[in-house]
């Protein structure tokens, strides 16, 4: 379709209502691919085309061929779109879900300084212990004690 101005139809072909968002698509698609039409005709020949250059581009572009084309790019970029929409909004809210675990695991500063207290306790405790049990293998239980408490241990004579 075209009038004498040589006005092209092809937005109504594309588009079949304002809310038509497929439509909308495939009509940018058919404008990116005349731009790169005029850009490359501009490359080969060095001036911009005339209404008559670009006639085999406009009869193209009008064919069923290439309307259905243009409809099938705007599917396909649509739902390029959408999975690319789905897998960001997945991986963000997998990320929070494992940020949020991971802080509730995390330990307290007030319950790490804890832990390292009871350990430290419990080192000592074990250390003193060792010690002591290795006073006793050499000098006796009574004698490590006494040299340990430094107290002299006397027996009650019967």
Known sequence: MENKRGYNYIYSKLVDNENDVLGAIA?????????????????????????????????LSNSKSQIKYYKEQAIQLTQFFIDETITQTIENELSQRVHKELLKMKPSFWNGVMQSVT????????????????????????GALENFCNIKIEHAQE
């Open 27 to 59: 009509y940018s698609e058919y404008k990116r691919h005349k731009i790169e039409t005029i850009k490359n005709f501009e490359k080969k020949h060095g001036r911009s085309p005339s209404v008559e250059d670009l006639k085999p581009f406009k009869d």
């Open 119 to 142: 350990a430290s306790f419990i080192f000592v405790l074990l250390v003193g212990i060792i010690f002591f049990f290795t006073l006793s293998y050499n000098k006796g239980f009574e």
